[in-house]
């Protein structure tokens, strides 16, 4: 039986668990209660031991202050007055030791790394500094509130109430009202006033609005502080609402939780109009509380028909809150065809939250969805060939669909999609069951797309044909010869040495056979002939391209040769007309140079500026003089050339006309040499 305590219990309520500390109820189930705790957290207790590990809290106490803010050594320490006070109101008691206070606060103090008892020196001080807290006279250990804890920590009702001018205000005064305790006759008296307000309200605002929205709040709080006919007015004033119409406003979405759980005390069926409105909010809190209220016998229509709508038409978009409608008290009330047609809905899409995923790890949905699909089990491989399932559970997929009648179908009409579940199939499936489909298998491991399934089959046949014998031997044997000869392309391994020990034990045994045993006898030497020229011929050709590869090679590396050197013929052939183009320019202006080197000699100072900067743009293009007029050298016959033949030799010279050459990628080049006359002439 529960309790009334638990009965009592409302979303929003602050209560302390007696091993996860503070919290906040989220959500009150007809068998358990949600519960948040202050470090963020979401667990479940038990109700009918609710009343041993639950205890709750008003809403202005040090409990309720742990869950909505956080809280830190420095935070308690600046603000102790306010804290102990709430401690004081939690414990009820105007009078606390000093112990009281240790198992509340430190366990936060230890949080940050201090000491305890160094900040509750620091602490203690400040608060017997403030006055209202000093050394209980009767009992030294203890601290005491200077005043009544009522008169400390009572509110002015009247005074709160009277602010109350308009919808938001009126709003905040009930919330006050309905986290508070107190059952004074001025407090049912404003409870009477605030209804009418709120019910005035009502009536002279637009349901789409938000003042509605925050009148039809402040009704509902009140409203779980009335009695008789005052309950009544509240459930009449419900009743007329057009919930669809409501606004949705985020920064209210607590409330609203908070006023369905209260409305369905008031009024099931008002509490399920709202709820049905609620759904498919964003907000997944609300919506989890909207469900709750529907998910049960007598509204759950509501919830079973915008999920049946989806579940059987693929072109309906994604249902909002899918999560919600994946909880076991839902889908339990559901058909059985239903849920086998909710798993391969669920398998189908790309990406799962982790609700779907259960339900696709689920053995018992695996079980069923089998059992529903047997008579064409393809279909189904196809429709969840895209689905994150683990392996185990596509093994027991695929065991639950029936391995021969799915590799069958897989077979006759094989599609792409079939390779998730057809290596499975092969490794799991008996022998016969292949032998009796070899024809189209070998057609389908033909395919490119198959490389998998050729796989399972290698392996099945490599640890099979140790233990079958006589004609299943065989006829395995020669299936995967067949399967060996349909892909030319495949590579020697696990298939051939499990072919070699499969021919040695027929070989062996074909004494020990049937009348028919010579027959087999000549069919596996005939295979085991055509499987040694193959792998002879296989061999010729790897011998072959190997030649080729490396002619190849010789071919690659003599190409490489050919573009080096003409890429540097290239770049000496440019660098040789470039050269010339500049040497043929330079000739056609050398006598211009002359010109004004002679004119140079004389007075004028600007030809002899025009000269040396002519000289200088020279230079800087790679011209060199090789000597100026009327210079005297030593006669060079590779830069000087004489005036005149003489048969005397020559030694020094003077220069009637400067040389010039030309720098370049191999020193220089004489462009024209200088003209020179001899200074001195010996006989020989």
């Known amino acids: ?83 102990a006070h709430r401690i004081f109101r939690d414990n009820l008691k ?50 005491a509130l200077t005043q009544e804890l009522d008169s400390a920590a009572a509110t002015d009702w009247q005074a709160e109430f009277s602010k109350a001018t308009n919808g938001s205000d ?47 709040l402040a009704l509902v709080y009140l409203g779980s502080r009335s009695e008789g006919s005052l309950k009544e007015k509240c459930a009449e004033a419900l009743e007329g609402i057009d919930f669809g119409s409501l606004p949705r406003v985020r920064e209210l979405d607590e409330d609203v939780v908070i006023a369905l759980g209260i409305v369905s005390r008031l009024d099931q069926k008002t509490a399920a109009e709202w709820a049905n409105t609620l759904k498919d909010y964003p907000a997944f809190n609300v919506a989890k509380r909207a469900f709750n209220i529907l998910n ?20 309906e978009a994604n249902l ?32 799962h939250s982790e609700a779907e995923n259960r339900i696709l790890a689920d053995q018992a949905y695996i079980q069923l969805v089998g059992e529903l699909n047997r008579m064409a089990p393809a279909a189904v491989v196809k429709s969840i060939s ?20 799915l590799l069958a179908e897989m077979l006759e009409s094989y599609q792409p999609e079939y390779e998730t579940y057809l290596p499975l199939v092969i490794e799991e499936c008996e022998w016969s069951t292949l032998l009796s489909h070899s024809s189209k298998l070998v057609e389908v491991l033909r395919r490119p797309e198959s490389q998998r399934s050729v796989a399972a089959f290698e392996k099945r046949f490599a640890l099979s044909a140790q233990t079958l014998r006589g004609t299943d031997l065989l006829r395995a044997t020669t299936l995967a010869s067949e399967l060996r000869f349909a892909n030319p392309d495949h590579k020697p391994g696990v298939l051939e040495r499990a072919l070699q020990a499969a021919f040695s034990e027929l070989l062996n045994s074909a004494d020990e056979l049937p009348p028919l045993s010579a027959a087999f006898s000549a069919g596996v030497q005939s295979l085991t002939a055509k499987l040694s020229e193959e792998l002879k011929t296989a061999t010729e050709a790897l011998i072959q391209e190997r030649a080729l590869l ?84 030593r006669f060079d016959p590779q830069t000087h050339r004489l ?37 001195e002439e010996r006989t020989s």
Do not use: C
Not at 99 to 124: C, H, N, Q, T, V
Not at 585 to 593: C, D, K, N, T
């Open 1 to 83: 039986m529960i309790s009334a305590i638990v009965q009592n219990l409302s979303p929003g309520d602050f209560v302390r668990h007696s091993r996860q500390g503070p919290g906040r109820i989220v959500e009150v189930h007809p068998d358990f209660i949600e519960v948040k705790a202050s470090a963020g957290h979401i667990f479940k207790v038990n109700k009918n031991l609710a009343d041993f590990e639950l205890q709750r809290y008003p809403a202005d106490g040090f409990v309720a202050l742990q869950v909505t803010k956080h809280l830190n050594s420095n935070s308690l320490l600046e603000n102790i007055v306010d804290i």
């Open 94 to 143: 105007n009078s606390l030791s000093q112990k009281d206070f240790r198992i509340e606060l430190e366990p936060l103090i230890k949080r940050d790394g201090k000491s305890y008892a160094g900040w509750w020196k620091r602490a203690r001080q400040k608060l017997i500094a403030s006055g209202s807290v000093v050394v209980d006279p009767k009992k030294r250990v203890n601290l």
């Open 170 to 216: 009126l709003l905040g005064f009930s919330k006050q009202l309905y986290a508070s305790e107190v059952q004074e006759d001025l407090v049912s008296t404003l409870v009477a006033e605030g209804i009418d307000q709120a019910v005035n309200d009502l009536h002279t605002s637009d349901s789409d609005s938000r003042r509605f929205l925050e009148s039809l």
């Open 296 to 315: 049960v016998e007598r509204f759950r229509p509501y919830l079973k028909e915008p999920f049946l709508r989806w579940l059987h038409n693929e072109r």
């Open 320 to 351: 909002t809150n899918l999560d919600l409608y994946l909880d076991d008290t839902f889908l339990r009330h559901i058909r059985r065809e239903d849920r086998a047609a909710l798993y391969i809905r669920i398998s189908s899409r790309p990406e």
């Open 386 to 405: 895209r689905s994150s399932l683990n392996e185990s559970s596509r093994l027991e997929m695929a065991k639950s669909l029936g391995h021969d009648r």
């Open 550 to 633: 490396k002619e190849a090679e010789n071919d690659s590396n003599r190409l490489k040769n050919v573009v080096e050197f003409v890429k540097t013929s290239a770049k000496d052939e440019r660098a040789r007309i470039k050269f010339q183009a500049l040497s043929d320019f330079i000739s056609g202006i050398l006598p211009v140079v002359d010109g004004l080197e002679e004119e140079s000699t004389g007075e004028p100072e600007a030809v002899r500026g025009i000269f040396k900067a002519l000289l200088a743009a020279f230079e800087r293009s790679g011209l060199i003089r090789i000597s100026f007029i009327g210079e005297t050298v």
């Open 643 to 679: 005036i005149q033949e003489t048969s005397a030799s020559v030694e020094t010279v003077k220069v009637v006309r400067s040389g010039y050459a030309l720098r370049d990628t191999n020193g220089s080049t004489i462009i024209r040499p200088a003209l020179v006359r001899p200074m």
